[in-house]
């Protein structure tokens, strides 16, 4: 009976760590979905836009959209989630556009047109190279960039919020971490030990100094809320925390006029907030 229970045990062992070893080589096809395919245009939507070439820093060469609204100041660079491409997120757009917002999204190295293939390290080139498309390219002043990401683009987002000047950083469904993340999918396996990415939004949030929104969904079954919670209250001032409804993909737009009044309210209070510091500084 002794040697039996220790064969079960061996076999047990051995089939953990078999499934930790498969789930480490797998955990590139987990966290990145892109999609190559890029049949439509914001063209389809009545849009005028700019379909932009650019190159990250390693060379590699990203394709992007330059959507611009009438007279307006502000550009939001979005850096979309894991999946898809910048062609699925029409109804953002659409939203930002309606905001009266330029907006400048992107496809990350793999995804769409883009080259090359996924990397945490390459996000953050990727992004880096976005941003300095915005402003030596287009001139615009990092004054007038918002910087938003969703669900992953949060926390690619962040990473370059503590690296450049922009106005305002938007979060939105964004976790603290990738270890914390994986801990939720799979809370029997010893992550941090498997774990081959980063992504601490957590941090990079400390080190953020511009104004900060945080927008997230009570009902999101992918991101808990406390993740989102958790990134408000380790943020800097000022701040803001935004509770929406609806799934993980699908909160902005259940959510509806909620969303929006947010984001409206926030580009007020960013005027202000920008009126008082011009004004400080002149005393």
Same mark, same amino acid.
């Given at each position: 009976?002794?040697?039996?229970?220790?064969?079960?045990?061996?076999? /047990?062992?051995?089939?953990?760590? +078999?499934?930790?070893?498969?789930?480490?080589?797998?955990?590139? =096809?987990?966290?990145?979905?892109?999609?190559?395919?890029?049949?439509?245009?914001?063209?389809?939507?009545?849009? #005028?836009?700019?379909?932009?070439?650019?190159?990250?820093? #390693?060379?590699?060469?990203?394709?992007?959209?330059?959507?611009?609204? $009438?007279?307006?100041? /502000?550009?939001?660079?979005?850096?979309?989630?894991?999946?898809?491409?910048?062609?699925?997120?029409?109804?953002?757009?659409?939203? /930002?556009?309606?905001?009266?917002?330029?907006?400048?999204?992107? #496809?990350?190295?793999?995804?769409?047109? &883009?080259?090359?293939?996924?990397?945490?390290? +390459?996000?953050?080139? #990727?992004?880096?190279?976005?941003?300095?498309?915005?402003?030596?390219?287009?001139?615009?002043?990092?004054?007038?960039?918002?910087?938003?990401? @969703?669900?992953?683009?949060? &926390?690619?987002?962040?990473?370059?919020?503590?690296?450049? =000047?922009? =106005?305002?950083?938007?979060?939105?469904?964004?976790?603290?971490?990738?270890?914390?993340?994986?801990?939720?999918?799979?809370?029997?396996?010893?992550?941090?030990?498997?774990? @081959?990415?980063?992504?601490?939004?957590? $941090?990079?949030?400390?080190?953020?100094?511009?104004?900060?929104?945080?927008?997230? &969904?009570?009902?999101?079954?992918?991101?808990?809320?406390?993740?989102? /919670?958790?990134?408000?209250?380790?943020?800097?001032?000022?701040?803001?925390?935004?509770?929406?409804?609806? &799934?993980?993909?699908?909160?902005?737009?259940?959510?509806?006029?909620?969303?929006?009044?947010?984001?409206?309210?926030?580009?007020?209070?960013?005027?202000?907030?920008?009126?008082?510091?011009?004004?400080?500084?002149?005393?």
């Amino acid at each position: 009976m002794g040697s039996m229970l220790i064969s079960i045990a061996v076999v /047990l062992f051995i089939a953990y760590w +078999g499934l930790g070893v498969i789930l480490y080589f797998m955990q590139p =096809k987990f966290l990145y979905s892109p999609v190559r395919e890029i049949p439509y245009t914001p063209g389809e939507l009545g849009l #005028d836009f700019e379909s932009v070439a650019f190159k990250s820093t #390693d060379g590699m060469q990203l394709s992007s959209w330059y959507i611009p609204a $009438d007279n307006s100041q /502000l550009t939001v660079l979005f850096c979309h989630g894991n999946g898809g491409n910048m062609m699925h997120r029409w109804d953002s757009i659409n939203i /930002l556009y309606n905001l009266g917002l330029n907006c400048f999204i992107f #496809d990350y190295r793999g995804y769409g047109s &883009s080259e090359g293939e996924p990397s945490e390290e +390459g996000t953050y080139l #990727d992004v880096a190279a976005a941003y300095k498309w915005l402003t030596e390219k287009k001139r615009i002043s990092p004054d007038n960039i918002i910087l938003f990401g @969703r669900s992953l683009g949060g &926390s690619i987002a962040a990473q370059l919020a503590t690296k450049v =000047k922009t =106005k305002a950083l938007i979060i939105e469904s964004t976790f603290t971490s990738y270890v914390d993340i994986g801990k939720r999918f799979y809370p029997y396996m010893p992550v941090r030990w498997f774990a @081959r990415f980063s992504y601490r939004t957590i $941090d990079y949030i400390k080190q953020v100094n511009c104004p900060v929104m945080i927008i997230h &969904s009570r009902n999101d079954e992918v991101v808990p809320f406390e993740f989102g /919670l958790e990134l408000y209250e380790t943020a800097n001032e000022p701040k803001e925390f935004v509770e929406i409804f609806g &799934s993980h993909n699908d909160g902005f737009l259940v959510s509806g006029e909620i969303y929006k009044q947010a984001w409206t309210k926030w580009l007020k209070f960013l005027e202000e907030y920008k009126t008082q510091a011009e004004q400080q500084q002149a005393s």
